[in-house]
C-alpha cells in the first residue's frame, strides 16, 4: 500500500488566467496562424504516471465563477472552463484508473440572479462529472437559502462540517466515505472561522472550524478509511492549525492560496498531511496519484485545463440551458437595473460620423465594431449574457455587468449602441452632439473638453486605465497598451 509520508515529485507549468464569462472567439481566427502546442506552453502532464494507480484524487476549488473562459484573447491561449474540466476526467476514467473528484467550494462569487443561476448550473455539472464531495465557500453561502437548498439537494453531493443552513443543516451530511477501487476515502468540509465573518446570512448558522472536527474526526475514524481528505475553505495558515490538531488526515485542500497551484505539495510543519493548493478560477486541477510503491507512494500533477482539453458536449448542453435561461429572464428578470452614467446619455457612435468622419471610419475596421455581433455568432449566442455584453456593447459598466440609462438594451431596441462603440472609452455623447448642432459655443468648448478627447487630451495611463477596464486580466492576458492602440489609433 502508498505510504503518505513521502514527499511528492511536481512539473512546473505556466500561468494564464482566464475570465469567467462563456467561451466566446472574439474574431474570426487567422487560418495562417499557427495554433500554439498546449504542450509546448503548458509542458507534458503524468510523464511518470507510468502505472495504473490504486486511487487518483482529483481536486479543485475556488471556480469564482468562472464558468467558462472567455476566448476574447483566443481560447487556445487560456486555461480552464466546466467542459474541459470534464473531458479530462473522462479521460481518466478512460484509462481505467479509479477517480474521485472532490471539490472545496468557493464555486461562485458576486450576487443575484446570475449568481444564482451559475451555482446550480455549476453544481449540475459537478454532478455530472461524478464529483463525491464538494464542500461551501463564503460566497456561496451568501445566496439565498432557497436558490442554495435547490442546487444542493438536487446535486446530493455536498458536505459541510460546520456550516449549516437553517438550525440542523436540513440533512446536508457532514462527511462522505466511498469506495474508490480498493481503496477506501473519508472526506469532511469545513468553513474557517475567519471565512465566517465574511458570511452574513440569517439563514446559515456556523460551528467553529475546530470544535466540528472534534465532532467528525472520531466517526470518521469508524469509518476505518484509506485515506482521510479534508476540504477547508481556508487559508493554508488556517488549515495547518487546524491539521495540527488532526493529524488524521492525509490531503487538505486549501482555499486563499496562490492564483497558481505551486510546484508541489508541502507537507503540514511538524505532521504528515500534505496541504494542497488549486489556484484560483478553475484554470487548474490537481491530481494526486495513490501507489503501492514504497519510493513513491503518491504522485502530484498540476493539470492546466488548457485546449489540449476538446470541449465536453455534455456541458455544452449545460451552458445552452445556462443562456436560454439568461435570455428568458431578461436584463429585469435578472435583477438590473440601469443607472444615471455622470457623463449624461448616448447617442451611438454613427452620431459621431458627422464630425469625425475618418476616425469613425477607422472604428468600423476594428474588431470593437463587431463586438456585439461575435457573441451571436457564439455556440451557444450569449448577446443576453450580462458578463459578455457589458464589454460587448456600448454603454454598460464592464466591470459591475450593469447598463447605464440610454445604454444598449437588444439588437432591435438600440441597434446603434451595438458594437464597443466611441462613447465606451470617450463618455456618452447625446449632450456634445446636441450642442455642436446649436450655437453656443462656450458649452461646445465645455462638453468636447468634458469627454476627453483619447488621442489628444488625455494622459498615456488614463487612456490604458480605460482599455483595461475590458482588456482586464481575465479577458486579455497578454494585453500590451502600444500594441494594442496601433491597431486601432485614430
Known sequence: MFNPTRAIPALSLVYLVFSSYPAVQAAPPDKAAKRPDPVEQNGPIFQDWTTKPELVLVLTGEQLGYIEPCGCAGLENQKGGLRRRHTFLKQLAKKGWPVM???????????????????????????????????????????????????VFDADIFISGNAMLFDDGVGIPRFRTA??????????????????????????????????????????????????????????????????????????????GADEPPHEAEKVKGGETFLVEVGHKGMYAIALGFYDDKKTPIRYQRVPLDHRFTDSHEIDELMVGYQDELKELGWSGL????????????????????????????????????????????????????????????????????????????????????????????????????????????????????????????????????????????????????AYWKKVKH
Open 101 to 151: 473528484a472532490l471539490d472545496n467550494g468557493g464555486l461562485i462569487r458576486r450576487f443575484g440572479v446570475e449568481a444564482e443561476i451559475k451555482y446550480r448550473k455549476t453544481a449540475e455539472g459537478l454532478k455530472l462529472m461524478d464529483y463525491k464531495a464538494v464542500g461551501f465557500g463564503t460566497d456561496d453561502l451568501k445566496l439565498p437559502a432557497g436558490a442554495l437548498l435547490s442546487a
Open 179 to 256: 469506495q474508490i477501487g480498493g481503496m477506501k476515502v473519508g472526506v469532511t468540509a469545513v468553513v474557517s472561522d475567519r471565512s465566517q465573518k465574511q458570511v452574513s446570512n440569517k439563514d446559515v448558522k456556523f460551528m467553529p472550524a475546530a470544535k466540528a472536527l472534534d465532532e467528525i474526526v472520531p466517526d470518521l475514524k469508524k469509518a476505518k478509511c484509506d485515506v482521510y481528505v479534508l476540504l477547508a475553505y481556508a487559508t493554508p495558515e488556517e488549515t495547518t492549525e487546524l491539521v495540527q490538531k488532526h493529524p488524521l488526515f492525509n490531503v487538505a485542500v486549501v482555499a486563499h
Open 335 to 482: 435583477g438590473l437595473r440601469a443607472a444615471p452614467h455622470p457623463g449624461g446619455k448616448f447617442a451611438g457612435s454613427k452620431s459621431c460620423a458627422g464630425c469625425h468622419q475618418n476616425e469613425y471610419d477607422i472604428w468600423k475596421k476594428t474588431p470593437h465594431a463587431l463586438a456585439t455581433e461575435t457573441l451571436l455568432h457564439a455556440k451557444p449566442p450569449r448577446q443576453f449574457d450580462p458578463e459578455c455584453i457589458s464589454c460587448h456593447s456600448t454603454g454598460w459598466n464592464p466591470q459591475e455587468y450593469f447598463p447605464y440609462k440610454s445604454g444598449f438594451e437588444s439588437l432591435k431596441g438600440t441597434p446603434l449602441l451595438a458594437g464597443n462603440g466611441c462613447e465606451n472609452c470617450h463618455g456618452p455623447g447625446a449632450e456634445h452632439v446636441a450642442a455642436e448642432r446649436g450655437k453656443d459655443q462656450s458649452l461646445q468648448r465645455k462638453l468636447r473638453e468634458a469627454l476627453g478627447h483619447t488621442a489628444t487630451g488625455a494622459t498615456k495611463e488614463a487612456q490604458r486605465d480605460a482599455c483595461m477596464r475590458c482588456h482586464d486580466l481575465d479577458n486579455s492576458p497578454k494585453f500590451d497598451f502600444d
